[in-house]
């Protein structure tokens, strides 16, 4: 393999791909990025086996041919070389070479056969989703995914549920989270009906990395893909994808249905986002604990730590039914209410059940809170 690559476009692709590979595995090829030198292009390709990526960069491509490098330690070289042509080529498959102006640099590589397999297939079968409307779904949902640390979840709860569903005449794309203390669930309508079987769970890794990729410059020109099997990112010159999780999501509809929370306050949700955030730099991580008391013209919130003091807030509600005191985690109030513009509801079933906030005027959003016992 030989070629000419510029050092911007080498490092603005293994910057991309760093996400994909696996730095702890016990198999070293997965720590590593393939390289393919063909046609007039150079194709970066990593994945450790639950997401995978495929970057292509036009270069001048001398000898085709392809080898596997440790892609952290040569993201790493190539960042800080300067600004110039770059030449990479293999010395007998066992190491690359990498020429600048002023640079001569040799890393160890893998035999690209070892390399897993990456292929990119059903494209042509998905249905194409705005990235306006897949991001803020995942930024409303992704906090509620209990982390690999959490090992007492179930493993159908380490991801979301992608779902699809018809609206009147027209359909929906819904996301489901859950940890089990709180859930998340948001629905966008389409101007069309799309069929997802009975839905995808993508796994929390996979979000954050089709998210990042979203919020670079060249999410403006990307898509979403939907598959009943896959989702996909594509973009002019980059593929990705995310092995899914297998198994059946928990039934979520019982629990946010509006008519099982008879009593619900009307509020402005910047404002109790306000007095939240006082009340968290005053209670302790031990108890990270919020009242909260419903009464008919407003919601007293009330945070206590025996070391530092107490606050206590009043602000402004409309309160239909009854009044009531519960204590929740502010912080899981906090994450949802960030993406709540003017007023919320706060919908309730009684003083020992869960709650749920709303948020219907873009896309429209659920959140529900179990509360805190002690």
């Not at 204590?327 to 919908?347: A, K």
């Not at 749920?356 to 016992?373: C, G, H, L, Y």
Request: charged content about 25%; glycine content about 6%; some cysteine.
């Amino acid at each position: 393999m030989k070629c000419n690559i510029p050092k911007v476009s080498l490092q603005n692709m293994l910057s991309k791909v760093q996400g994909f590979t696996e730095k702890k595995s016990t198999l070293p090829i997965l720590s590593h990025v393939l390289l393919e030198a063909k046609g007039d292009s150079l194709y970066v390709k990593a994945t450790d086996l639950h997401t995978s990526i495929q970057v292509t960069s036009s270069c001048e491509v001398i000898h085709p041919g392809a080898c596997a490098i440790n892609g952290k330690s040569f993201y790493d070289v190539v960042r800080e070389l300067p600004d110039q042509m770059l030449q990479i080529f293999t010395d007998d498959n066992s190491r690359v070479l990498i020429n600048s102006v002023n640079n001569k640099i040799k890393m160890n590589v893998m035999d690209a056969e070892e390399y897993p397999m990456v292929e990119f297939s059903d494209l042509e079968k998905g249905y194409p989703i705005d990235m306006a409307v897949i991001k803020p779904m995942i930024e409303r949902t992704i906090f509620s995914i209990p982390s690999a640390a959490e090992s007492d979840s179930k493993y159908t709860l380490g991801g979301a549920l992608l779902t699809s569903g018809k609206a009147d005449s027209n359909g929906y794309i819904e996301m489901v989270s859950t940890d089990t203390r709180r859930l998340s669930v948001v629905r966008y309508l389409l101007d069309r009906q799309i069929d997802m079987g009975s839905g995808i769970i993508v796994p929390r890794k996979g979000l954050q990395e089709l998210k990042r990729l979203m919020d670079s410059k060249e999410g403006e020109s990307s898509n979403i893909l939907l598959t009943r099997d896959s989702i996909f990112f594509v973009s002019p010159d980059t593929i990705a994808t995310v092995r899914l999780i297998d198994g059946k999501f928990p039934d979520y509809q019982s629990v946010v249905a509006l008519d099982s929370f008879p009593i619900y306050t009307k509020v402005n949700a910047q404002e109790l986002l306000a007095v939240l955030k006082v009340c968290v730099a005053m209670v302790s991580d031990i108890s990270n604990c919020v009242r909260f008391s419903f009464q008919k013209n407003q919601i007293v919130v009330f945070a206590n730590n025996p070391d530092q003091g107490e606050v206590e807030t009043p602000i402004p509600a409309e309160h239909f039914g009854q009044e009531l005191e519960i204590n929740f985690n502010p912080r899981y109030f906090m994450d949802c209410l960030s993406f709540v513009e003017g007023e919320t509801e706060i919908r309730l079933k009684g003083p020992q059940g869960p709650c749920m906030i709303t948020d219907f005027k873009n896309t429209e959003s659920k959140w529900v809170i179990m509360p805190m016992r002690f």
